[in-house]
Antibody, heavy 122, light 108 residues
Framework: EVQLVESGGGLVQPGRSLRLSCAAS????????MHWVRQAPGKGLEWVSG????????GYADSVKGRFTISRDNAKNSLYLQMNSLRTEDTALYYC???????????????WGQGTLVTVSP | DIQMTQSPSSLSASVGDRVTITCRAS??????LNWYQQKPGKAPNLLIF???SLQGGVPSRFSGSGFGTDFTLTISSLQPQDFATYYC??????????FGGGTKVEIK
């Protein structure tokens, strides 16, 4: 059974940094792309970033480009999101999601974690 | 970036009704269109991929259609457990995946 468990969320002031982690199990981690998707309170889903199987291709939403960095450690079956220069509008539940293929492009999300909440507030 | 527009943003329907939700892409995305269901307090769940392929374990009352820019999700006979929010997502754009704004299906 696929399991994705996010951690690292919390309350942080604007301008500060936070690093999210996602621990994966139940599948061959380095066979698939991985993604971060967020959902602001009461709002819809927003794809944040995706990384292909070997970290060779990475994509970001325009809203986080230049501030967030996605990475993965295939030896540890883990996905990360380094979030710098946080803004109040980054407040959201951040989901880790598994792509169905090795690539970011063409990928849909066939497994999701339960999310970790990031609150950016003075 | 490719913009995805869903309509309606919400709808009220009764158990047994046929429900149709539409999703329009700002440019052609071939069949790279996927649908998710999200219930309150839960993570999204994949329903349909590649416009019309049913994900394993999803009831056959759910179906998808469309190609290019216009897509639909149909629930043939709405069940109590189908009251939820539905999202479309395009997977065509290089290194940039986007969701529609969502459609909330409520009980009439």
């Amino acid at each position: 059974e696929v399991q994705l468990v996010e951690s690292g969320g919390g309350l942080v002031q604007p301008g500060r940094s936070l690093r999210l982690s996602c621990a994966a199990s139940g599948f061959t981690f380095d066979d698939y792309s991985m993604h971060w998707v967020r959902q602001a309170p009461g709002k819809g889903l927003e794809w944040v970033s995706g990384i292909n199987w070997n970290s060779g291709k990475i994509g970001y939403a325009d809203s986080v480009k230049g501030r967030f960095t996605i990475s993965r450690d295939n030896a540890k079956n883990s996905l990360y999101l380094q979030m710098n220069s946080l803004r109040t509008e980054d407040t959201a539940l951040y989901y880790c999601a598994k792509g169905h293929v090795t690539t970011v492009t063409t990928s849909y999300f066939d497994s999701w974690g339960q999310g970790t909440l990031v609150t950016v507030s003075p | 970036d490719i913009q995805m527009t869903q309509s309606p943003s919400s709808l009220s329907a009764s158990v047994g009704d046929r429900v149709t939700i539409t999703c329009r892409a700002s440019q052609s995305i071939s069949s790279y269109l996927n649908w998710y269901q999200q219930k309150p307090g839960k993570a999204p769940n994949l329903l349909i991929f590649a416009a019309s392929s049913l994900q394993g374990g999803v009831p056959s009352r759910f179906s998808g259609s469309g190609f290019g820019t216009d897509f639909t999700l149909t629930i043939s006979s709405l069940q109590p457990q189908d009251f939820a929010t539905y999202y479309c997502q395009q997977s065509y754009s290089t290194l940039s995946l986007t969701f529609g704004g969502g459609t909330k299906v409520e009980i009439k």
